[in-house]
Nanobody, 128 residues
Framework: QVQPVESGGGLVQAGGSLRLSCAAS????????MAWFRQAPGKEREFVSI??????????DSVKGRFTISRDNANNAKNTVYLQMNSLKPEDTAVYYC???????????????????WGQGTQVTVSS
């Protein structure tokens, strides 16, 4: 069972960068589809990016060209998914969540209900 743990959030000025990490101790982690969502105060949780187990990647239009999702499947104890965030804007301020699912097809992966495993979230605040 995957238990994602996020890290890397913080306070940054507009135009700056942050890299979020999502670690999971699970020997079959490489077979999971991993995604990032975010939730701003008073708003619904929204899709940010996904990396399918097979390598396909998708981004929300709002972050395309600024954010990059990547995955470290090295044969070590902590398998990690990253979200590199560049050119940050105040509207990127939110709690960012890492999500995982064993599914690789057949559902709408941009919806939170597609995922069975969630991290605790990490706060990202972008000041203007």
């Amino acid at each position: 069972q995957v238990q994602p743990v996020e890290s890397g959030g913080g306070l940054v000025q507009a135009g700056g960068s942050l890299r979020l990490s999502c670690a999971a101790s699970e020997r079959t982690f490489s077979t999971y589809t991993m995604a990032w969502f975010r939730q701003a105060p008073g708003k619904e949780r929204e899709f940010v990016s996904i990396r399918w187990a097979g390598g396909r990647i998708l981004y929300a239009d709002s972050v395309k060209g600024r954010f990059t999702i990547s995955r470290d499947n090295a044969n070590n104890a902590k398998n990690t998914v990253y979200l590199q965030m560049n050119s940050l804007k105040p509207e990127d301020t939110a709690v960012y969540y890492c999500a995982a699912t064993v599914r690789n097809w057949g559902v709408d992966f941009t919806r939170p209900m597609a995922y069975g495993y969630w991290g605790q979230g990490t706060q990202v605040t972008v000041s203007s």
